[in-house]
């Protein structure tokens, strides 16, 4: 997999533009399929009690759940009380392209966006590893990405995910807020019916 020259900066935020090809998105896709065969998607509730529009599974060695009131990570899928599946090689494919990371993630966090769905400004930090980036990959629909600095009051920037796009937080905006503002339903045609995956690829420690 090749990069471009250089990525787009917003805010700290590397946004690595149209770097999967068409055929990688689709195998990428069927991968996600196969997780979701054996980690059925979720659609968690907040620690307030308010279910989250967002539908989400994981897979690796551990992945991201809300149980006991409260955000984790776990090493079974909270329904089926499997072991997560292995994340797919085409994913991790991605990940070794532009993390910079010497080692592999512990954790490949699935969100589905549907019609109307969206998710609020939130900071990834229940990972203990934070010298390690975040990779989030955007696939079918378009989303609003915003994103802003280590407080929530930060102002924030906003760009249009598109598919095939990734983006990288890393350095000092590991853990800036960020989030989904909205999507642009049914104008991919990667995604039958329609609808935006997010793939974030996280390292997890003390799990």
Wanted: aromatic share 8%; glycine share 12%.
């Amino acid at each position: 997999m090749a990069c471009p020259l250089a990525p787009l900066d917003l805010k700290g935020v590397a946004v690595w533009r149209g770097l999967l090809a068409p055929e990688a998105q689709e195998a990428l896709v069927a991968a996600v399929r196969g997780v979701a065969a054996e980690a059925p998607l979720l659609r968690p509730v907040t620690p307030w009690g308010k279910p989250m529009t967002v539908r989400m599974t994981s897979a690796g060695r551990v992945g991201w759940i809300v149980s006991g009131g409260r955000y984790r990570y776990a090493t079974e899928h909270p329904e089926t009380g499997r072991p997560w599946p292995a994340i797919p090689e085409p994913a991790l494919a991605v990940w070794r392209a532009v993390s910079g990371w010497a080692g592999d993630p512990d954790s490949m966090l699935v969100n589905w966006y549907g019609e109307g769905a969206r998710m609020g400004l939130h900071r990834d930090a229940n990972e203990n590893a934070y010298e390690a980036p975040v990779v989030s990959v955007s696939l079918g629909d378009p989303g609003l990405f915003r994103v802003g600095g280590p407080r929530r009051e930060d102002a924030t920037a906003s760009l249009w995910l598109e598919s095939g796009d990734v983006a990288v937080m890393g350095g000092a905006a590991r853990l800036a807020y960020h989030g989904v503002d909205r999507i642009r339903f049914g104008t991919s045609r990667l995604l039958a019916g329609g609808g935006r995956l997010n793939l974030t690829f996280r390292v997890v420690s003390d799990v």
